[in-house]
């Protein structure tokens, strides 16, 4: 760990800089807001931070990446010193694991493995990670998709991991419509269940024209916002 007086005489501060200002804050004699800081109660800011990371890309400001960014890998170091505060681990086991996991599912690189295209890194990726995470079902594979994502992303992904590895689901762009059509159509007087079945498979058909839909709606609600402004 850096001292205080290392890290204020730095004219360029580094990795092991940031992880030293963690220990700093979280420390003896450093900042009471983070040493009451739990997992929990700063899982919201992690959120926050990765959506205005989201942001600056959809800016394709470089400027703001490299700002939010740093927020978001605060966000990782904060947790990370949490957990070395229990001896569990830090953030070098995390560098480590993520390090060791990049080398084993990209054989085509650091082993012999020979790939025509991405499709097949995708393939390999999906079975190296079956393998590693001892799947015993198709249901345990799509729970792993994390349930707090948001909706749309979450349904886009669900679809198209179980219509690419166990070819169920909608087949055809078109039946994905038929669906949205048939669910729109009783939603029209349930207005409950039969409009989130309409959004699923929107989803679908968004996947198959390789949209983004949470993308394209959040644009739509930008509009519609836009709109009042000459009102």
Same mark, same amino acid.
């Given at each position: 760990?850096?001292?205080?007086?290392?890290?204020?005489?730095?004219?360029?501060?580094?990795? /092991?800089?940031?992880?030293?200002?963690?220990?700093?804050?979280? #420390?003896? #004699?450093? %900042?009471?807001?983070?040493?009451?800081?739990?997992?929990?109660?700063?899982?919201? %800011?992690? !959120?926050?931070?990765?959506?205005? &990371?989201?942001?600056?890309? /959809?800016? *394709? *400001?470089?400027?703001?990446?490299?700002?939010?960014?740093? +927020?978001?890998?605060?966000?990782?170091?904060?947790? @990370?010193?949490?957990?070395?505060?229990? $001896?569990?681990? +830090?953030?070098? +086991?995390? !560098?480590?694991?993520?390090?060791?996991?990049?080398?084993?599912?990209?054989?085509? &690189?650091?082993? +012999?493995?020979?790939?025509?295209?991405?499709?097949?890194?995708?393939?390999?990726?999906?079975?190296?990670?079956?393998?590693?995470?001892?799947?015993?079902?198709?249901?345990?594979?799509?729970?792993?998709?994390?349930?707090?994502?948001?909706?749309?992303?979450?349904?886009?992904? &669900?679809?198209?991991?179980?219509?690419?590895?166990?070819?169920?689901?909608?087949?055809?762009?078109?039946?994905?419509?038929?669906?949205?059509?048939?669910?729109?159509? @009783?939603?029209?007087?349930?207005?409950? $269940?039969?409009?989130?079945? @309409?959004?699923?498979?929107? %989803?679908?058909? @968004?996947?198959?024209?390789?949209? /983004?839909?949470?993308? !394209?709606?959040?644009? %739509?609600? /930008?509009?519609?916002?836009?709109?009042?402004?000459?009102?």
């Amino acid at each position: 760990m850096k001292t205080k007086e290392e890290l204020l005489k730095e004219k360029k501060h580094d990795f /092991d800089s940031l992880v030293s200002v963690m220990e700093a804050l979280r #420390g003896e #004699g450093g %900042c009471p807001w983070d040493m009451e800081q739990t997992h929990t109660s700063v899982r919201k %800011c992690l !959120i926050e931070e990765t959506y205005e &990371v989201i942001e600056a890309i /959809d800016k *394709d *400001d470089s400027r703001l990446l490299r700002e939010e960014l740093g +927020d978001l890998m605060f966000q990782v170091v904060f947790h @990370a010193q949490i957990e070395k505060e229990e $001896e569990r681990f +830090d953030i070098s +086991d995390v !560098i480590h694991d993520i390090t060791h996991k990049m080398i084993v599912r990209h054989p085509h &690189v650091f082993a +012999d493995t020979v790939v025509a295209d991405s499709d097949e890194v995708i393939v390999n990726w999906d079975n190296i990670k079956k393998e590693e995470k001892h799947f015993a079902s198709p249901a345990e594979v799509l729970k792993r998709v994390p349930p707090y994502m948001p909706a749309l992303l979450r349904a886009e992904k &669900v679809q198209g991991k179980a219509l690419s590895k166990f070819s169920y689901g909608y087949k055809t762009e078109d039946e994905a419509w038929d669906a949205v059509e048939a669910s729109l159509k @009783a939603g029209a007087q349930s207005r409950g $269940e039969d409009i989130g079945k @309409a959004l699923f498979a929107l %989803c679908a058909a @968004a996947e198959m024209r390789g949209l /983004d839909l949470e993308a !394209i709606l959040s644009g %739509c609600t /930008d509009s519609f916002i836009s709109s009042f402004e000459d009102k």
